[in-house]
């Protein structure tokens, strides 16, 4: 008898369920993992279905239009779910983050009453606080400002007894913000100014993630090249990281092409963890436009960095950024564009068109370029780049290099990796498993992907 009433009153508390859902780049995907680390050491569990979350964040991106129309018709597809819960006696708390957040916090807290907090990507530290203060009731809870605070300090405390699991292969923000204002773009208002973390905890964080079981880090910042803490630069930084026990392979994005210094030039000869792979955004081939968009280098200032690069390391897999339809933009300039794609050849690339964002000097500009021209070069520039792509890919044909075994395919027995150039690469991998290093060899490749035999367990 004694015993079941024991059991009665110890019973474990049931965690609380958390739904993240996160649109955007790279840096939002970590920010994500960062909650979800804060929010365990506060008895919040992950779940991949919304119905049932007691708190649903959604993580934003505004980089491109329709981001914050997005976020409410997807706030009108919750509505229902947490009217729900509340007719249950249960609770689901709606909070908005990320970028939109941060750009139109107010005006979405006006326009969607469904939404119980509000926060921007530097806030997010606060969350235990922010939760508190809607649960004792408090409406509209907004928190967009830039806090004087280290934010990943704090969140190295708040988070460093359970931190969530994150596979073989993760991120680590090591450089936020922009000051380079580039005409087009909302980075430098939604993330603020460049602020570098200091070198001791980066390590340390990589020294956790190590013993969660990742092997690889990929070092994220919206200027990563323009990392600096102490004299430390991003090559520095690399090169400490590479001693960690168990980190086997390291990357880095997003880089500036006016931030490329010698020392990073240097990093993939002198560093045998650093991929063979690199990030490089030059947007448009035609001075005018560049010129227009505030990038503060020229197209010839360009393909000259990347032949220096390439005259260093010539095993390196190069990818771009591209904005097509500019304001201004003529025929002329677009030809430059794909002139300098021709010249440059690239592995990989992202290509837009261009999105007027509310705020941006390119907003204001004369001269924007009808839709139906943009989407038509887009595909003049996306055809080429998905040539070079493949061509890319087929010339991997019968060479070998290491495969990390990342996560399960398709098929049974099936496992995917990324190759030292970030190709997805498709292996039979019985015997093997996820975290593995292995030599494969090529088989076959697509535009997407290549298939590969495994040769030997490295
Ligand atoms: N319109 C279209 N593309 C944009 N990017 C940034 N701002 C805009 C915009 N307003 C693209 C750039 C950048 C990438 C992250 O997003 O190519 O490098
Ligand atoms: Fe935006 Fe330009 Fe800064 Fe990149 S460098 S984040 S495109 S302003």
């Known amino acids: 008898m004694q015993s079941r009433s024991m059991a009665t009153t110890n019973k474990p508390k049931m965690p609380k369920k958390l739904f993240v859902k996160t649109y955007g780049c790279q840096m939002n995907v970590y920010d994500s993992q960062r909650m979800g680390d804060v929010l365990s050491s506060m008895d919040y569990a992950m779940t991949d279905q919304p119905d049932d979350a007691d708190l649903v964040i959604l993580n934003t991106c505004h980089i491109r239009e ?24 249960a609770n689901m708390m709606i909070a908005v983050a990320g970028c939109v957040a941060q750009a139109e916090g107010e005006e ?10 509000v926060f921007g990507p530097q806030s997010y530290h606060r969350l235990p606080e922010l939760i508190s203060r809607v649960e004792a009731g408090e409406k509209n809870v907004i928190e967009t400002e830039f806090p004087v605070e280290d934010k990943f300090d704090d969140l190295a405390q708040k988070s460093k007894n359970r931190p969530l699991p994150r596979g073989t292969s993760a991120f680590v923000t090591v450089q936020e913000g922009c000051d380079k204002f580039c ?22 964080e990589v020294e956790q993630l190590a013993a969660l079981g990742v092997r690889e880090i990929t070092l994220l910042g919206q200027n990563v090249n323009a990392y600096e803490d102490n004299g430390t630069g991003l090559a520095g930084l690399l090169e400490q990281l ?54 503060q280098h020229t197209a010839d200032e360009y393909v000259s960095l990347i032949k220096k690069i390439r005259h260093h390391n010539r095993d390196l897999a190069l990818s771009g950024d ?20 021709r010249d440059v050849t690239y592995a990989q690339a992202y290509s837009f068109k261009y999105s007027m964002r509310p705020g941006t000097k390119a907003a204001e500009m004369d001269g924007q370029v009808p839709e139906a021209e943009k989407s038509e070069r887009l595909q003049r520039l996306q055809e080429l780049l998905n040539e070079q792509q493949l061509q890319f890919n087929e010339s991997f044909v019968g060479r070998q290099f290491d495969l990390l075994l990342e996560r399960p395919g398709r098929f049974e027995g099936q496992l995917i990796g990324r190759s030292p150039y970030l190709q997805a690469v498709h292996v039979d991998g019985n015997g093997h498993e996820i975290g593995e ?18 040769i030997e367990t490295a």
């Open 183 to 204: 005409s087009f773009c909302v980075v430098p208002f939604t993330r603020g100014a460049e602020f570098s973390r200091p070198v001791a905890q980066i390590i340390t």
């Open 437 to 454: 290093i292995v030599k494969v060899a090529v088989n076959n490749a697509g535009k997407n992907s290549l298939s590969a035999s495994i």
């Open 108 to 117: 979405m807290l006006n326009r969607a009453p469904a939404i119980d907090l």
């Open 242 to 295: 590479g001693r960690i026990d168990g980190i086997e392979r390291l990357r880095f994005t997003t880089s500036h092409p006016r931030d490329m210094d010698d020392q990073l030039i240097a990093a993939w000869a002198d560093n045998p963890k650093l991929m063979p792979y690199l990030h490089l955004p030059v947007q448009a081939g035609s001075d005018r436009i560049l010129k227009a968009m505030n990038r």
């Open 322 to 341: 591209f904005i097509v339809g500019f304001p201004g933009e003529t025929e002329a300039d677009f030809e430059q564009t794909l002139q300098l794609v």
């Open 66 to 89: 329709k981001a914050a129309e997005k976020v409410y018709s997807e706030i009108g597809r919750l509505r229902p779910m947490a009217e729900s819960r509340k007719q249950d006696g």
